[in-house]
């Protein structure tokens, strides 16, 4: 028979650095589990991938065990890696801080892709434009 959910939540947290402390542990302290366990075996899953944020879905179960699956970091964050810079403008449309390649819009697009409500590349690159072009990136070819 399988176990019963409690809860679902959701985190972004650091790869690598997460801790007891917020917001790990106001988020699963409430339901019960070993805070401790859950930093440990996420820090050891995310070494790999140290300064970059990661979305993450932890479901706790009813007898206050836990699972979780780790997502690819948000789009913002790939595009300031590519692009080289620390943070998007304040003034999108007037004010541009970085480019990005076509080549590198679609790198980003099929990293991902598993994460997105879509299948098709084309339309993934496009969410990615938009997000770019958001942050003040300016697309080349």
């Known amino acids: 028979m399988a176990k019963k959910i409690k809860i679902v939540v959701k985190l972004a947290i650091q790869a690598g650095s997460a801790t007891p402390a917020p917001p790990v542990g106001t988020a699963l302290g409430p339901h019960g ?5 859950f930093c440990k075996e996420f820090n050891e899953k995310t070494a790999a991938m140290k300064g970059s944020v990661i979305p993450a879905i932890i479901t706790i179960y009813e007898d206050r065990s836990f699972d979780f699956v780790l997502k690819q970091p948000p789009v913002s964050d790939m595009i300031k890696k590519m692009s080289g810079i620390s943070k998007g403008t304040g003034t999108p ?8 390649t076509n080549a590198q819009i679609e790198t980003i697009a099929k990293n991902k892709l598993p994460d997105l409500n879509t299948k098709d590349l084309e339309a993934a690159k496009r969410s990615v434009i938009g997000t770019a072009r958001s942050m003040g990136i300016e697309i080349v070819n």
Not at 33 to 37: A, L
Not at 93 to 100: F, M, N, P, Q
């Open 33 to 37: 589990i070993k805070i401790m366990d």
């Open 93 to 100: 449309g007037k004010e541009k801080v970085g480019k990005l």
